[in-house]
């Protein structure tokens, strides 16, 4: 495997949030900031991570749960939300997530445009129109650590 990146949850504070909270780093960069870099005019910069602790309908909690804990070796899996609403209703970035025995795989990154497929879906929907941001590269992360890193937000 070539070059794997380094991903950490680590508490900090974001462009719209005041208080300190768990934030997803990519090689030292927060995705936020990684993703806005490229794509200065989509409203990316403080975006959050989707934080089970912070959402508050149930049912939105699960579907996250069901989808970071997949045994699938490929899934859309929510990453990033507005912290305004801490929904999955508002802007969603999601991650397109392969996974191998070592390694997973972000494939790609996106807005998920599935407005559409929730309303006849429900959460399932999510996920099935995405704009890939072309410019984000594909990013390899060590399957352990990922997954211990990624458990403080999902679990």
């Known amino acids: ?41 989509d409203n990316l910069l403080g975006m959050i991570p989707t934080i089970i602790d912070w959402v508050d309908e149930p049912k939105e909690k699960e579907f996250l749960k ?9 899934v859309i899996l929510p990453v990033l939300m507005c912290p305004d609403d801490c929904d999955l209703l508002c802007t969603v970035i999601v991650a397109n997530v392969v996974k191998t025995d070592e390694y997973i795989i972000w494939k790609q990154v996106g807005i998920d445009r599935s407005n559409e497929e929730f309303r006849q879906l429900g959460y399932d929907g999510i996920g099935t129109t995405v704009d890939w941001l072309e410019k984000i590269p594909p990013m390899t992360f060590e399957n352990t650590i990922y997954i211990s890193q990624l458990r403080k937000i999902y679990d």
């Open 1 to 41: 495997m070539g070059l794997v990146n380094k991903i950490e949850v680590e508490s900090l504070k974001s462009a719209h949030c005041e208080a300190e909270h768990h934030t997803i780093v990519i090689d030292g960069t927060p995705l936020d900031l990684l993703l806005h870099s490229q794509y200065t005019s």
């Open 66 to 74: 069901k989808r970071f804990n997949s045994e699938d070796k490929e």
